[in-house]
């Protein structure tokens, strides 16, 4: 397998180094390499997106395991629909991440009702640090953010988990979500405000 | 929100994403600091919970099935593809590659560290340089480049005082890697250079433990286990080590090798190693009494292995040690963890705990002896922490770290810390003096020596040998006192049996019991020891001849000194006609001088078994001497009893 850590898409990263041409030109170079089945650049644009629909999908759902065979069935699904991905003004990350809300819909349909998010499983993920007093500081955080998140709506929590923990543009979430980039603006402050208002009210403000 | 506000917010996110910090940030917007705090305040924890990754089972395990679908439809692609291959299309893919080539060169000059968000980018860059050049060697060569380039960050990481992020450590993993690979195939004229980079990148590496960041644990260990992997592939041998082996973190030891009744199994100071081929030795490596340094993985099952195996001085060897006074007494000192006996009594007058002193010493059979010692300058020790007491349980390892509990401490043990275990071995129950750093809420240990272990584990071993006798509860297996399991069926004397034991307290108790073979019985036998005679058709393993015909087939090259593995026909006159020999472990477990072992022909009268009680038995089995012969007196298991830990 092709051994690249790259964690996150060219175009976020030099976006702020202004290098966001060369950049551009090699993701899609890289997209047209996939296009045409080239193995190397398929196991680029998985090492790249795999870790983060995981951990998007692993917020939404909150169960490993689950997460685990969603992100798969994304990787798949891009695999399949790559050959029609155009670049026609919707980034390739809005993209992939679209495959990945569509195929969560899909589960949460088969499961016929809405799955309860419990963060339980990315806070034990999440507290690898070998301090006790951090751990513990660090588990409260997760369980404070975890009921907040969980009180929100899902389109506010869809928002918030783009836009702060995958970090994507106002755009590209738009184009996730199918929604105008003036919505995404409203439904980030109105679920920025939620959640300080339950966390104060919750007591960890 | 105001618009001010949200563009605030934006752009401070955008700040806090290239790595700046809160206040700084804060300080950009004054007059909405107090709106904006809460905000960022609230993004950087949501922005923590991205940090997670998925486990790299679950990535395998998806990976796997993203290729097996990528394979089924690259199968039905590649039929359209060669239609339409064309002359033209190959000059337009060049012609691609090419241009690419360029701008990936003058990206990859980006002088960005490995602290920057700008270095992924560099990586990927690097990658595709790679993936680009299709030549074998020339793709290792550059991989090389890549590696010492790597190596050249890392160092200027260390020289400004920061910490080593994971990424950097798993590209210079994923270089030596792929390049190791490449030229344990081609043998080209690169191999060499790969070599001594290799050893290079390991030693650096190991530099880097105590400026490790806390989330690139798991990557410091799979960079150095891959490291030592493609040493071992460059230098021809065909081992590695398992990840597994290494699972619960890497330690150094110091300490005086001793030998065990296993040949694999070695004691540094104290504590037992496991030591086989895929242990890198420098220069003579391990030999009896000489003091070494081991870097040793600590298995999953706690099990140590060498990796590396360096040895330190030589009896009579002269060294200069400078260091911290850690003990005084009069007539020895404890300098930087290392007991120095002084020539002379009253030498260390004046000297106290804490200060630094230069000592010229000398090694002799008991270790190291002071002939001059110079204090230089008083150290301030406010930052380092010396622990004494017990030790509250055995070296854990938990989230990758390996930890140990010590008089109600926890501290840190990594790779950089060096143990000395001539006391005893690092268990629960252990009396230990810990030096150590805070380094924010951990203990880092930089140095534990063992002072006194009284509470070993039981010792897992192995023993071979004809029954020889029942005297009570206890049965005689060549020579050794073994309390079989209750209730176990007792062979006929005279049977040679296989006998997994337990040791504790100078008693072998048997857990479990195999018949080899019986009294009259002339089949196959199966035996391991020693060879310490090598002649025309005859060998001597153990004290038991061993007929070596032409049919004989022999995996591995013997010399006096290897061990090996014989299964063969067990005749009349106790000799065994040997149909398979396997030489374990390799070349370097034959000693140049091999064990003395007493010979006699089979029909002699067996050596007398090293325990008193032993009964010498005047039945002319072969392996009456099997376990009895090998010249280890001191250790109440025979030299056939094999540690299985």
Partial sequence: MLAIALAEPLD???????????????????????????????????????????????????????????????????????????????????????????????????????????????????????????????????????????????????????????????????????RREGAIKSLQYRALQSLKRIMQQEGGG | MREELWRAFEECQQALRRGEDLESCLQRYPRLAKELRPLLELFLQLRALGGHLPPPEARARAWIRFSQELARL?????????????????????AVAIVSGLALTALAASRSLPDSPLYRVKLAMADVQVFITWDEEAKAALLLDQAEARQREVQKLLDQGKGVPGIALSAIRSSVGRASGILAKTGGVEAQRALELSERLGDLILRVGPRLRADAYDDYIATLTTIHNARLLLMGQGVSVRLEEVAAGLIFLEGVGRRTDDPRLWRVGQQEVWVDEATIVSGEGLVEGRVVRVLAGVGANGRLRALTVTPLALPGVELVLQGVVEEVQDDQLVVEGRRIRLLQAGMAQGVQVGDLVKVRAYMNQEGLVAAELRPITPLDMAATIIVEGAADEDLSSSQGAVTWRVGGHVFRVLPTTMVMAEGGALRKGARVRVIARQQGDVLVAERILV??????????????????????????????????????????????????????????????????????STGMVHLRGIVSRMEEGQWTVDGTIIVVTPETKISGKPAPGSSVEVWGELQADGSVKAAFVEVLGGEQEASPTPTPTPERTPQETPTPTPTPQATPQPTPTPSSARTSASGQEASPVPAGATPTR
Wanted: charged share 25%; net charge positive.
């Fill in chain 2, 451 to 520: 002072l006194e272990s009284q509470a070993p584990l039981p010792r897992v071993v192995a023993v071979q040998g004809v029954l020889q006798g029942v005297e009570g509860r206890s049965w005689n297996v060549g020579g050794v006192q073994v309390e079989p399991p209750p209730q176990a069926p007792r062979p006929e004397p005279g049977s040679i049996l296989r006998v997994q034991a337990v040791e504790e307290g100078g008693t072998v108790k048997a857990t479990d019991v195999v018949v080899i073979a019986g009294p009259e």
């Fill in chain 1, 12 to 178: 976020r990263i030099l976006q702020q180094e202004g290098a966001l041409d060369s950049a551009e030109r090699q993701e899609r170079e890289i997209i047209q390499r996939a296009q045409r089945l080239d193995q190397r650049a398929l196991a680029w644009l998985y090492e790249c997106y795999y870790p983060r629909v995981y951990s998007y999908l692993l917020l939404q759902l909150g169960d490993a395991q689950q997460a685990e065979d969603i992100a798969s069935e994304t990787m798949l699904k891009m695999l399949e629909a790559l050959p029609r991905y155009k670049f026609r003004g919707v980034p390739f990350s809005a993209w992939v991440f679209r495959i990945a809300r569509n195929c969560l819909i899909d589960h949460r349909r088969r499961r016929g009702r809405r799955v309860e998010v419990s963060l339980d499983a990315v806070a034990e993920a999440q507290a690898q640090d070998p301090s006790p007093a951090a751990r513990a500081e660090m588990s409260e955080r997760y369980e404070r953010l975890r009921r907040a998140l969980a009180q929100l709506t899902d389109e506010q929590r869809q928002v918030v988990i783009l836009k702060f923990v995958q970090g994507l543009d106002n755009r590209t979430i738009a184009k996730v979500l199918g």
């Fill in chain 2, 74 to 94: 690259q199968s039905g692609r590649r039929r359209q593809v060669w239609r339409w291959l064309s002359p033209l299309a190959v000059a337009a893919s060049l």
